[in-house]
């Protein structure tokens, strides 16, 4: 049977020079912005259209939530980086 571990461990921190862990963080919050203005845009279409009086496009809505928790998703991650390099100084 397959074990399934509580929690699953990320790559440690601790081991990555400081500019590793500079790429990583611009790299993670590039992408949080990349999927908060993606939900944004898909949030404004899906208004602007129910304002219109069309039906509502369930399958945008979905990717909207979406999208709104794939960026706030990684806010974590960003925060154990900003610790660690707080951490270093």
């Known amino acids: ?5 509580e929690r699953m461990e990320n790559k440690d921190l601790s081991g990555l020079t400081d500019e590793d862990l500079k790429n990583k963080l611009k790299g993670l919050r590039s992408l ?18 129910s ?16 999208s709104i928790g794939g960026g ?9 980086i900003k610790a660690e390099m707080e951490r270093r100084g």
């Open 1 to 5: 049977m397959l074990a399934i571990p």
């Open 32 to 49: 949080s912005w990349i999927c908060l203005l993606a939900a944004a845009f898909l949030l404004f279409f899906i208004i602007r259209d």
């Open 51 to 66: 304002l219109n009086g069309n039906d509502l496009e369930t399958s945008l809505l979905i990717i909207a939530i979406c």
């Open 72 to 80: 706030v998703s990684l806010s974590p991650q960003i925060k154990e």
